[in-house]
């Protein structure tokens, strides 16, 4: 090998130039530093160790926190994390003392804090947030440690819950998020109990967040959010949330709408109705949608639901009729007692049969007279028409509720589009959830490194859609598009899709000189969307 040889370097850069320029231009490292702390002597400061960990949760790669080392070997590790730092300082006790800091801090103030000042940097709008929650499951014990008079986030019990995950059987956390409506952007998180129910906590979070970051939006949430305590503590709040349709009020209102009460809304595919309400004693607007989509899906399930009571009720029937009465009106009980019984169907043609029995056991004599008599029912299952076109005209129905009594602030098109924005949390949840994050199962010895794990996987979230808001904005501002999956034009494409476009670039080192390599012409056309900080990482600027 010659010493020329010696002097060429490949690393791989792929998608995280991307990743690393847009941390950059959040500034995340400097305030983790700042939060935090740095000592002289660490040669991987937190804001630079959290910086590697968003690098490898976006890596589009299964690789779980025990590989982290292994993730930057290859990688052009100081070209994207700072001057002298190599792959074996990214080791698990370092990550581990830096997760500890976190948690230390305070994980939802330390969240709070980059995100908001991120928001303000990429000028995201929040005159509308929405709230939803749901759990992640983990492997192991995970005994608590907690005391009784810690604080809010030293009180997480890593145990068993609802799981969202349909894992009943493995422990859990809760993760409840707030997200704007303005691009999907995570501005709170909060790690709590695996048992933790959201209309316990609903309330709280969202009054906690208005006073303590004094922000004046719309707070939107699901139905979990509606109860009468909720209701009653969120006086001092703007919000909208659907209503239970297991509540009496809605149930009536819900069956008793006729379809002219509705209108069109200027939302293709909705009818809305509204009505005043003073449920829990706040004056409210409840606002009853008709959506077309929801009632073909409402009418198959009714559909399949129907033919399950059936099948359930004839089942019912064969085994009451196989019953032997004392007496002809305790079968006529029992029979009416079972059509009040089935909710979508009841018995018709009831007929009591009259039985004579002998009760000695063996082959009675031909003149033997009967020595008692019993009685059996007969009957038809048919269907409940009015209460199964009570169901038909429900389908497709949900209420919507707030205490914005102004039309003119809130239109009713208004509350259905703000609701319909209440998918910004759920994708964020399934985001965190794809197998290819590297947190889809956590492998962390404590309850205090899992909760601040859990903090960093909102971060990733907060890197990508952030990014994902300003590539798509630079494509509209621009009137410009590039390829999708299938080589169409588009000018909103998915962060990942970008991600995946950039696989196999390399920061090649030729005797201190850098270039990179595989740098197409449709990469650079893709960079010049994505910033400054984004293509410093690719030589362009």
């Known amino acids: 090998m010659t010493s020329s040889a010696l002097e060429i370097r490949v690393q791989d850069i792929d998608h995280c130039g991307i990743v690393a320029g847009i941390i950059d231009q959040m500034c995340l490292v ?15 400061s937190p804001g630079q160790a959290v910086k590697a960990m968003i690098l490898n949760g976006l890596g589009l790669v299964s690789a779980p926190l025990y590989l982290f080392e292994k993730f930057f070997v290859g990688k052009a590790t100081e070209h994207l994390l700072g001057e002298g730092i190599s792959p074996e300082h990214l080791n698990d006790d370092r990550l581990g003392r830096v997760l500890d800091k976190l948690y230390e801090a305070g994980l939802t103030q330390v969240f709070v804090t980059v995100a908001l000042a991120a928001a303000q940097k990429f000028g995201v709008k929040k005159d509308s947030l929405h709230l939803d929650s749901s759990s992640f499951h983990v492997h192991g014990e995970y005994v608590s440690t907690t005391d009784e008079g810690a604080t809010e986030e030293r009180a997480i019990e890593i145990t068993y819950g609802y799981s969202r995950d349909h894992r009943p059987d493995l422990k859990q956390f809760i993760v409840d998020l707030i997200c704007s409506g303005d691009g999907d952007i995570p501005l709170y998180l909060r790690v709590a109990d695996g048992n933790e129910t959201d209309s316990a906590a609903f309330a709280r979070i969202l009054k906690k967040f208005r006073q303590q970051w004094e922000i004046d939006a719309l707070f939107v949430a699901d139905a979990a959010l509606y109860c009468e305590q909720n209701i009653k503590q969120m006086d001092s709040l703007r919000w909208l949330s659907r209503v239970p349709a297991t509540l009496a009020a809605a149930k009536f209102l819900l069956d008793n709408m006729s379809q002219e009460a509705f209108v069109s809304s200027a939302i293709a595919g909705y009818q809305i109705a509204e009505c005043c309400s003073d449920y829990a004693g706040v004056k409210q607007r409840w606002l009853v949608v008709n959506s077309e989509a929801r009632k073909s899906a409402d009418l198959k399930q ?6 399950q009571h059936l099948d359930k009720a004839q089942s019912q029937l064969r085994q009451l009729s196989q019953q032997e009465f004392a007496c002809a009106a305790d079968a006529l009980k029992a029979a009416n007692l079972l059509s009040d019984q089935l909710r979508f169907h009841q018995l018709t043609d009831i007929e009591i049969i ?19 008599c019993c009685y059996q029912i007969r009957a038809c299952v048919v269907p409940k028409l009015q209460a199964i076109a009570t169901e038909q005209l429900r389908a ?29 949390t759920e994708r964020g949840f399934r985001f965190l959830k794809d197998p290819l994050f590297f947190t889809s199962s956590v492998f962390l010895n404590s309850p205090e490194r899992v909760a601040a794990l859990a903090m960093v996987m909102g971060l990733c979230l907060l890197v990508y859609s ?21 080589g169409k034009p588009t000018s909103t ?13 390399h920061l090649i080192t ?13 990469r650079r056309w893709i960079l010049q969307f994505l910033g400054a900080p984004c293509r410093k990482y690719y030589l362009l600027t």
């Not at 039985?355 to 063996?362: A, I, L, N, S, V």
């Not at 602030?409 to 910004?424: F, M, N, R, V």
């Not at 952030?466 to 299938?486: C, F």
């Open 396 to 424: 497709g129905r949900f209420i919507l509720a707030t205490n914005v009594t102004d039309i003119n602030e809130l239109t009713g098109d208004d509350l259905l589009l703000q609701y319909k924005a209440q998918q910004s």
């Open 30 to 44: 400097e305030q983790i530093n700042q939060i935090l702390g740095t000592h002289h002597q660490e040669i991987v």
């Open 493 to 505: 494409p998915t962060l990942r899709w970008v991600f995946q476009c950039f696989m196999s670039i």
């Open 354 to 372: 009259e039985h004579h029995r002998h009760r000695k056991p063996g082959r009675p004599g031909k003149n033997t007279p009967p020595t008692h």
């Open 302 to 307: 009714l559909e399949t639901r129907l033919a």
């Open 466 to 486: 952030l990014g994902q808001r300003a590539l798509r904005q630079a494509l509209e501002t621009a009137k410009q598009t590039i390829n999708n999956q299938l």
């Open 510 to 522: 030729i005797a201190g000189i850098k270039q990179i390599a595989n740098l197409t012409d449709e």
